[in-house]
């Protein structure tokens, strides 16, 4: 499995779960693709990432900042 650097995801990349915004997104072979919002990728990443070709997770941008 590999590590992707597709486009970010934006706020219109939505859950394939829930229908929030998506975090990580899980590529397969033939172009198939999940998209899911942290918790769910949270919940269901580890089965998920163990069949996936690839991983786009980008829940860091979740994380604020103080300075």
Request: net charge negative.
């Amino acid at each position: 499995m590999a590590t992707t650097t597709a486009k970010t995801l934006t706020n219109l990349d939505r859950c394939d779960r829930c229908g929030a915004q998506a975090y990580v997104r899980f590529e397969f072979d033939q172009g198939m693709e999940l998209m899911f919002c942290n918790h769910h990728a949270t919940e269901h990443g580890d089965k998920i990432r163990a069949i996936a070709r690839g991983v786009q997770d980008e829940s860091h941008r979740l994380i604020e900042t103080k300075e």
